[in-house]
Nanobody
């Protein structure tokens, strides 16, 4: 059984940092690219960041570029999203997902975590 467990969300103030984690089991983690997506209340799920199987290449949405960093540890079967300089507009439920080839498109992702909520508010 493939399982992705998202964690690390919480309530933070603007300007704070947060690190999200995604623990993966049930498949060969290093065979999949990892993506992070988010969904704000009343909005569609959107791409945040992605990383290739090796970790050598990454891709970011313009809205998070230079603030967020995606990484992975193929020995521990985990992926992370370090979020700095958080803004109220970053408030959303964040999901990690796996796909065969690095992509910014939701439809390309086969497996999804349950999501972790991030709230940025003063």
């Amino acid at each position: 059984q493939v399982l992705l467990v998202d964690s690390g969300g919480g309530l933070v103030q603007p300007g704070d940092s947060l690190r999200l984690s995604c623990a993966v089991s049930g498949l060969s983690f290093d065979s999949y690219a990892v993506g992070w997506f988010r969904q704000a209340p009343g909005q569609e799920r959107e791409f945040v960041a992605a990383i290739t199987q090796s970790g050598m290449s990454t891709n970011y949405a313009d809205s998070v570029k230079d603030r967020f960093t995606i990484s992975r540890d193929n020995f521990r079967n985990t992926a992370s999203l370090k979020m700095n300089s958080l803004k109220p507009e970053d408030t959303a439920v964040y999901y990690c997902a796996l796909c065969q080839i690095i992509s910014a498109r939701l439809v390309d992702y086969n497996y999804w975590g349950q999501g972790t909520r991030v709230t940025v508010s003063s």
